[in-house]
């Protein structure tokens, strides 16, 4: 049973790569154990008293007399799918709702925190649903997100289609299955994160968007966010999104239950379609066949091109991905830029001062919708406050002393909103929140000199643990703190030890017992997916393997030639370029561009509209067939051989700077002691082709 399982891990593990550019998700990891409430490791652990006790209080001292959210995520269903499963056209399952129905069972699980089981319960939401009757639909549980259909004159526009063409393409069968075919006349992004546009494939043709048969609406800035957010840092991304994601954690009480604003991501064909229509001023009304939108656009929240929208004929107002059913991560575990919990607030309160009075519908991108002036108008303030006092109170403790690494254990909401399920951290949490704010205003350094140039963890540990007296004395205090109930105190000994003495196996053990049981208390998905996958990885390892090409020609259409450059300049090895100094002209004429390159000092640089006088070398080549090279269909030299590239000049350079290009995967450790010690495979990628990306979603 162990080998199998992990015959299927290792078979996720590549499926997850294959697919991370679609938002993080992954090859469905379904557990036949999880009915039964078996645990499906062998060196799994059950809740400890302690955790179990822990999970008895808060069943007790939280608000669970407020149904309101379920009476809420009921209303309006029409029809659920006859099947639970949806094939992506590769081959594979690209969704599985039936991989959760363990959640249904009516039963209280202890090694899930009771608020978090609450909203996974909540997220497994499966069909088509009356948002505005007649007006209004939505599909719930085919993905991560929401897909909403507003009906017009003659058709649907279509709100956020989803990650993956697949899920997207069935939610549209379903719809017009249930309630009429009609054609989609508009689509609209609300954002630049995958999950809000991957499935565009699956609902229209590209030629009627190129045509303007049907308009494809997005904030300013949509097409840079969607690929440049997950360009500089993509591989690692991935390999953080195996922790937040919960990548390798079968759907199991003791594994993946939910992902907070959803199950999890669809594993099928990620595409993007080029918008035709920008919204670019702070509000802007647009009447598509019939239908009045106002547009608000809130750069700088939950990403940083995303708007809402009103429709005053139906006095509805989608939030996006704003105001959802969790308060947000201002920090996204996987890595990105640190968000903006002020701008977030007051953007909030922007939509609830100009259509508060008027509302009396709001649903978003994910979640559910709220009915109601009154009942509305309390989740905006709701979540407005929480955003809010986020950013106040942690700059108002940081003015007072209190650091980066204290701040989660210092800041807390009041009491008001703890009692309020609208703003609790699900998708974020207070811990990792605060201290984003912190590191927004004032940066990683807590002002302590020891910590700003700190040793690394592999090299100070060694000196812990022969001050603590070795692996025997550390070995039995952290069982001791272990079985009091201590994990944190046991986390903080054990870290060492494993730094110290990676093939320390009983360490990693106990390590992997104690992160079980903290994840297990955690409310966010995010926080516990991290804890139980490093758990996992602790158990067992890294999976192997050499992960497949996944960047699509769609994501590789999108790229600019400049973030190109930029990301080379990342992937260049600056040892081996140690010495090389060369100028490279480069050319695109089917669309105008020109760059200089220029490597000096190790380091690679590009400028945009510019040409040096006495280049090394000159590069012509159509934008078009760049693509080629950028999506690993062709090679410089291939396309040379064909005519396709004129180089003018000395290609040394161009030698030169391939040979200092290093390829990047996802298989590096993140705990230590998990990597096999196993050959590196070989990777036949060509170096100039785009490293793949990250582009994640429900962020």
């Given amino acids: 049973m162990k080998k199998l399982l992990s015959s299927a891990y290792a078979t996720a593990f590549l499926l997850c790569i294959h697919f991370a550019y679609a938002a993080g998700g992954g090859g469905v990891v379904a557990d036949p154990g999880a009915m039964e409430g078996k645990h499906f490791d062998s060196k799994g652990k059950l809740p400890s008293s302690f955790t179990i006790e822990l999970q008895n209080g808060l069943r007790k001292t939280l608000p669970f007399d407020d149904k309101r959210d379920f009476e809420e995520a009921q209303k309006g269903f029409l029809a659920a799918p006859a099947y639970k499963q949806i094939m992506a056209d590769a081959g594979n399952v690209a969704w599985d709702m039936g991989s959760y129905d363990f959640l249904l069972q009516g039963k209280d699980f202890d090694s899930v925190h009771p608020s978090l089981q609450r909203q996974a319960i909540l997220n497994m939401a499966y069909g088509l649903y009356e948002v505005v009757p007649g007006k209004i639909y939505q599909v719930r549980g085919f993905d991560l997100a929401n897909i909403s259909f507003i009906k017009t004159d003659t058709g649907w526009i279509v709100f956020d289609p989803l990650t993956a063409k697949e899920t997207a393409r069935a939610a549209l069968e379903l719809v017009n299955e249930k309630l009429g075919k009609r054609p989609v006349v508009a689509v609209v992004y609300s954002h630049s994160h995958g999950d809000h546009f991957g499935g565009v494939r699956g609902v229209v043709n590209e030629e009627d968007v190129k045509s303007g048969k049907v308009l494809v609406i997005a904030p300013a800035g949509f097409m840079e966010h969607a690929v440049a957010e997950n360009v500089y840092a993509g591989n690692a991304m991935t390999r953080r999104m195996f922790f937040q994601y919960g990548v390798l954690l079968p759907r199991s009480p003791f594994g993946h239950v939910d992902q907070s604003i959803g199950k999890n991501t669809a594993s099928g064909n990620l595409g993007l379609i080029e918008p035709n229509r920008y919204i670019n001023q702070p509000f802007e009304t647009m009447t598509v066949d019939g239908v009045v939108m106002e547009f608000q656009n809130t750069p700088g929240t939950e990403a940083p091109a995303e708007m809402n929208t009103y429709f005053p004929q139906f006095q509805a107002f989608w939030a996006a991905e704003n105001i959802t059913g969790t308060i947000h991560n201002i920090y996204t575990l996987r890595g990105a830029l640190v968000r903006d919990a002020l701008a977030w607030s007051k953007n909030i309160n922007n939509a609830l001062y100009r259509y508060g009075d008027n509302v009396q519908v709001m649903f978003a991108s994910h979640s559910w919708p709220r009915w109601g002036n009154e009942r509305i108008q309390q989740i905006m303030r709701t979540q407005r406050d929480s955003y809010a006092h986020l950013n106040n109170e942690v700059l108002h403790l940081a003015n007072q002393g209190v650091t980066i690494n204290e701040i989660q254990n210092v800041y807390k909401q009041p009491e008001s909103l703890k009692t309020q399920w609208a703003a609790h951290s699900y998708h974020g949490s207070e811990e990792h929140n605060s201290r984003a704010v912190i590191n927004r205003y004032l940066g990683y350094w807590d002002a302590n000199p020891a910590t700003l140039i700190p040793q690394s963890p592999k090299d100070s540990a060694p000196l812990y643990v022969e001050m603590m007296g070795g692996s025997t004395k550390i070995m039995a205090k952290s069982k001791q703190l272990y079985s009091q109930g201590k994990y944190r105190e046991a986390m903080e000994l054990l870290n060492k030890l494993v730094y110290a003495q990676p093939n320390n196996i009983p360490a990693k053990n106990l390590l992997a017992d104690t992160y079980e049981q903290i994840g297990y208390q955690k409310e966010s998905p995010s926080v516990r997916n991290s804890f139980l996958g490093a758990a996992y990885e602790l158990r067992h390892g890294m999976p192997a393997g050499v992960p497949p090409k996944s960047n699509g020609p769609d994501m590789i259409k999108a790229m600019t030639t400049e973030l190109w450059l930029n990301s080379l300049a990342i992937s260049m090895d600056s040892k081996k370029a140690d010495g090389m100094q060369f100028v490279i002209n480069l ?49 410089f030299d291939q396309l040379l051989a064909d005519g396709r590239v004129k180089f003018d000049g000395d290609r040394k350079s161009f030698d030169q700077l391939k040979s200092t290009l290093t390829i990047f995967k996802p298989d590096f450790e993140l705990i230590p002691g998990t990597k096999a010690n196993s050959p590196a495979s070989k990777d036949s990628r060509d170096p100039f082709e785009v490293q793949e990306l990250a582009v994640t979603g429900g962020e």
């Avoid at 190790?602 to 080549?621: E, F, R, V, W």
Wanted: proline residues 4%; charged residues 20%; aromatic residues 2%.
């Fill in 587 to 635: 050319v695109t004429p089917d669309n105008g561009e020109k760059f200089v390159i220029e490597l000096s000092n190790s380091a690679l640089t590009n400028i945009k509209g510019q040409q040096a006088k006495n280049p090394n070398l000159t590069i012509t080549i159509q934008r078009s067939d760049l693509e080629m090279i950028m999506g690993g269909k062709a090679t």
